[in-house]
Nanobody, 125 residues
């Protein structure tokens, strides 16, 4: 089974930038979407961004549009999340995910089959 490993989290200040990476343990060509979700303390896990393998279309939560960019390296089966202009409300554990099903929207946590262990992003004010 493919495992997803996130790296790149940390403690930054408001307005700073950070890049998260998600690497699959082996190359796989059977995924349909990869996505980032996040979960803040006391809150439900929420969608951040996703990318569709077939056409590289990207999707973003309104709260991160214009500040976050999702991208991928197909050869490495690695996904990235470039985050700029970070705000304290971006503080959360960020999870990488992968969907192995073809007919999903790529916007809901229930669309995804594989999850990473999460990486903490903390933005201080």
């Amino acid at each position: 089974q493919v495992q997803l490993i996130e790296t790149g989290g940390g403690l930054v200040q408001t307005g700073d930038s950070l890049r998260l990476s998600c690497a699959a343990s082996r190359r796989t060509f059977t995924w349909s979407f990869m996505a980032w979700f996040r979960q803040a303390p006391g809150k439900e896990r929420e969608f951040v961004a996703s990318i569709k393998r077939s056409d590289d279309n990207t999707y973003y939560a309104d709260s991160v549009k214009g500040r976050f960019i999702i991208s991928r390296d197909d050869f490495k089966t690695t996904m990235y999340l470039q985050m700029i202009s970070l705000k304290p409300e971006d503080t959360a554990v960020y999870y990488c995910s992968m969907s192995l099903r073809p007919w999903v929207t790529g916007l809901n946590s229930t669309d995804f089959d594989l999850w990473g262990q999460g990486t903490q992003v903390t933005v201080s004010s």
